[in-house]
């Protein structure tokens, strides 16, 4: 029992710090309402157009602010109030949803207004998540920051289990505006719970004011740096193709089992309670660096293939939470990785290219990922991305062979020369 209680305070360290206590709380509420937002909106499109295209297009067009203007949102994050940035840009996605819901509900809604405010909401993501990002540092301290990221990633994944399940019930009664209505609503916890944190425990990196230049020398920054970029490189190639599952699990819900809206939202509930298990094991046990990071890329490919290949729902239930647990051990041990190796007036603007790195390379392989399941059936977006995290991983371990040979270069001895002799009298 001791020995129970030793191992919960290790997993649940970062519950002691009573600031992340209050910040876990609002997001719980918030995250739900952000992941049945998520899965309706993907059915919506669907049930309009029939077009697993036509979906990928959508979740591009969330995701292009992101690839375009998420490095400067970096540094806006650098330059501000981290905290209070965040405040504004929540109220924003609030009204975003709210709006969403207004349309569909009201039977108004149409295609290029879904594509419209998910722009809106794509344009707030790419200055609201590297503020969030950076700000976990100044709240928990290095000692928890591996520990609470776990753990929100932990808290991200069980809302992935509620959210989309219970989506999945409401789109088959109410309707998908529901489901937007509701995610409205949700915000209100967030934001107040960011507005009363006790500001006097919390660390501010130093603002990095605002020279010219600064976009240029965080990309600098991250290209001389191999412990930054190669992780960084690792998780765009995945991000582009592997973490495509707001167009993956849709098709494959309603093309590959048949399985209808139900089903779907209990697809993305598997994926998130293997996520659950994942992120309290990387809480528990995890390690940061690059060798950690190869092996859950390797695993999350191997199991993305089993996802591909299964042949009925339950068995493709399993595939996904073993999916669910890869997936949050790569995506946390790459979080963590960086945020620990970067310079404080440096965070924001690394955590912004991870945030590209992530989402915003979804204009790009959205439409690639839909356009493979057009072509090749609805197995095939799944396959495509297990295939890319295999490559991750061996891309991932050929760094780490060539860093590792630098290193012990750069340890040797400078090698003596022999000294020369002067033939006398020549």
């Not at 206590?21 to 899965?39: E, F, H, K």
């Not at 998908?176 to 916890?189: D, H, K, M, P, T």
């Not at 750069?410 to 002067?422: F, N």
Request: hydrophobic fraction near 55%.
């Amino acid at each position: 029992m001791t020995r129970l209680i030793g191992v919960g305070r290790i997993t649940f360290a970062a519950l002691a710090i009573p600031n992340y206590r209050r910040y876990i709380a609002g997001q719980s509420v918030s995250l739900i309402g952000t992941w049945m937002q998520m899965a309706a909106q993907s059915w919506l499109v669907l049930t309009l157009t029939g077009s697993a295209t036509t979906l990928g297009v959508i979740v591009a067009l969330q995701t292009l602010p992101v690839l375009l203007l998420g490095p400067y949102g970096g540094v806006i994050a650098d330059r501000v109030d981290k905290r209070h940035l965040m405040v504004i840009l929540q109220v924003a996605m609030g009204l975003q949803a709210l709006v969403l819901g207004v349309l569909t509900v009201t039977g108004a809604v149409r295609l290029w207004e879904i594509g419209a405010l998910a722009l809106l909401l794509g344009l707030n993501n790419a200055f609201e998540n590297p503020a969030r990002q950076s700000f976990m540092l100044e709240m928990v301290g290095a000692e928890s920051l591996r520990n609470a990221v776990s753990l929100n990633s932990v808290l991200v994944n069980l809302a992935r289990v509620i959210g989309p399940a219970a989506a999945g019930i409401l789109i088959a009664t109410v309707g998908e505006g529901v489901c937007f209505l509701l995610n409205a609503a949700s915000f209100a916890a967030v934001v107040t719970s960011l507005a009363t944190l006790d500001r006097s425990a919390i660390s501010p990196s130093p603002p990095s004011g605002r020279e010219p230049g600064q976009l240029r020398e965080g990309l600098r920054y991250v290209r001389r740096t191999p412990e930054l970029g190669v992780p960084l490189l690792m998780m765009a190639l995945a991000g582009c193709l592997a973490y495509e599952f707001q167009v993956t699990l849709p098709v494959m819900a309603r093309q590959g089992l048949h399985v209808g809206a139900t089903g779907f939202g209990f697809m993305t509930a598997a994926m998130g309670a293997g996520a659950v298990v994942g992120g309290l094991f990387v809480a528990t046990k995890g390690k940061t660096g690059l060798p950690p990071l190869v092996l859950a890329a390797t695993a999350f490919g191997v199991v993305l293939l089993f996802a591909c290949v299964a042949p009925s729902l339950p068995i493709e239930l399993f595939a996904l939470a073993l999916a669910g647990g890869a997936s949050i051990a790569f995506m946390s041990t790459g979080n963590s990785t960086l945020q620990l190796t970067a310079a404080p007036s440096m965070r924001g603007r690394v955590m912004s290219l991870w945030f590209v790195a992530f989402q915003g390379s979804t204009p790009i392989g959205g439409p690639i990922v839909g356009w493979v399941m057009g072509w090749a059936g609805a197995r095939a977006g799944l396959g495509l991305g297990g295939i890319t995290c295999l490559v991750v991983a061996l891309l991932g371990l050929l760094a780490l062979r060539r860093i590792a040979r630098h290193d012990s270069i750069e340890d040797q001895p400078p090698q003596r020369l022999p000294r020369q002799r002067t033939a006398i009298g020549a």
